[in-house]
């Protein structure tokens, strides 16, 4: 199974797991370091994954971020998107006892900051997930499908339009006819 890639930036901070573990953010846009998978494990909610690392970003009962080479409960954040298009991500099993979410937050340093001195409404929570490598394909129409039609030995046999022919989003160019 393929998923999207992703950086999270948050003010020109790239969110980066690194191969000893540490979490941190980097200006550098090309860090391999800096790309996610971000995995649905629910209704709007997501593990993230370090593709160069493999490592999975979870959050402890005391709010502090760290890695994981398994994926647990704490490795499980809610995706909350906002009218702003920015996307907060917050503990999916840790929160205050008045019930406000633990947040992953960058400070305007591009620190790391602990969960749950974090707020949804403050910029330090507010990423904008950048996709990577997305193929863009044009919604098909009827013209576009493979035709069924009867020979008159009752056989069905295969008739392809050009515009079926599809790979990675662009048509094919297709000599002769079948």
């Not at 000893?20 to 200006?27: E, H, L």
């Not at 970003?57 to 995706?79: D, I, P, R, V, W």
């Not at 937050?105 to 949804?120: A, D, R």
Request: hydrophobic share 30%; glycine share 8%.
């Amino acid at each position: 199974i393929h998923f999207p890639l992703y950086k999270l930036i948050r003010q020109g901070f790239h969110l980066q797991l690194q191969a000893d573990g540490t979490i941190d953010s980097t200006k550098e846009e090309d860090s391999s370091y800096a790309i996610f998978n971000l995995i649905p494990v629910g209704l709007r909610v997501v593990a993230i994954q370090g593709v160069q690392t493999k490592l999975y970003l979870a959050m402890n009962n005391e709010g502090y971020l760290y890695t994981s080479e398994h994926f647990t409960q704490e490795c499980k954040f809610k995706e909350s998107v906002f009218e702003n298009y920015y996307v907060t991500y917050s503990s999916m099993i840790y929160r205050q006892q008045s019930g406000r979410g633990w947040y992953l937050g960058l400070n305007k340093e591009g620190q790391i900051m602990k969960g749950n001195h974090v707020k949804k409404t403050k910029p330090a929570a507010h990423f904008i997930p950048k996709p990577l490598k997305v193929a863009m394909y044009r919604e098909p129409s009827l013209h576009d499908l493979t035709e069924f039609s009867r020979s008159g030995s009752g056989t069905p046999t295969k008739s392809r339009s050009a515009s079926a022919m599809m790979n990675g989003g662009k048509a094919l160019s297709h000599n002769g006819s079948t």
